[in-house]
């Protein structure tokens, strides 16, 4: 039985890997998640895995050296699949540190223990042993021009200590690969969507907002551009990388769904109104004025954009999902999940809002 270990398995992304995972392979594989359980990790994301005997959760942090030499020491690990990071923008431009320390330094004892564990005397590895390294596209800056693409080739020029702190793990892993001949890969993908997603990034907030009749912050002009994937295409192109990409290689994963976030949020406030039966209370509360523009985030990107063509080419990966079906998808998960988001957002998160948007 092939054993994964994924880093940051109780977040958005990793927590949708692990279902899609699951869904894909059933019990012909066992998933050990080690995560820290930061404000972002939920256990709740994955409560219907709790009895299964292949998946065991592990509640350590990355940058804890000795904890992670126990895990690869008590299991024979094939794959790493590492998500875990801090990863809002917002969150890195107040307190970069920890970005620094989970992001790069995180990074470097994961790569160091699966290092240990999967070297052979002469220097080589073991067969089939893989590491992934999620990474994101916005370690390449922003786009200016229109019609212009991040490709594998794009040279990096993160701007936000969240991007610089993801282009530094980046570095890393190439160098890992370089030096050792560490056999990895490295995803960067475009912005992802889709259950489980924590109500701070632009669209699961906007949802939470507009169905309380809450202002829709935009930020600046609100006509900065994402490329926005559907969550589970990310799951799906990150197993594709991992099975059929070359080793060694950097694969950019895009939705070829770029948007500019007021459309974003136009598109939610009409897609709720199309969704929401008459008789709910709350159709009334979703409507355009609402829509506050606020002051820009600082060092904003203005567009990001990915030609996934490699990983077209090489291994047949697509964006399946298109936006109009994933974001009615996704409303409708956050319909059917109203107590996973008064849990979320209650407490600390509660006075993270008031304080990021208070003076706003
Ligand atoms: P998330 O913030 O929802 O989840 C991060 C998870 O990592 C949480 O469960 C958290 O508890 C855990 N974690 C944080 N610090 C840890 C530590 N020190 N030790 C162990 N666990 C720790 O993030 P996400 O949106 O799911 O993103 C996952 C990965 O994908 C990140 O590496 C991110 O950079 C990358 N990525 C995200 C997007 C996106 O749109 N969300 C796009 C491209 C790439
Ligand atoms: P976000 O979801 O934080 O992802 P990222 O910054 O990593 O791309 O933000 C997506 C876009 O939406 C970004 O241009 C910032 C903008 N934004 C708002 O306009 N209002 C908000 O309240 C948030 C959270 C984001």
Redo the contacts with the bound molecule.
Sequence with gaps: MRTYLV??G?????SNYIHYMFRKYGDTIKIIN?????Y??NLENLKDLEKKENYIFIR????DKEAIEKIFAENEIDRVVH??????VDRSIRDPEIFVQ?NVL?TAVMLNCAKAAWELPDGSFQKDKKFLH????EVYGSLEKEGEYFCETTPYAPHSPYSAS?AGSDMLVKAYMDTYHFPANITN????YGPYQ?PE?LIPLIINNALQGRKLPVYGDGKNVRDWLYVEDHAKAIDMVQEKGRLFETYNVGGHNEKQNIEIVNIIIETLQEMLEDSDPRKALVTRDLITYVEDRKGHDRRYAIAPDKIKAQIGWYPETMFKDGIRKTIKWYFEHEDWMKNVTSGDYQKYYNEMYGSR
């Design positions: 880093t940051g109780a977040g958005f992304i990793g080690v995560d820290a359980l930061t972002a990790g350590a942090n990355i940058c998500f875990a990071a801090e990863s809002h989970t995180g999620v990474s994101t596209d993801k993908c475009s912005n992802n924590f990034k």
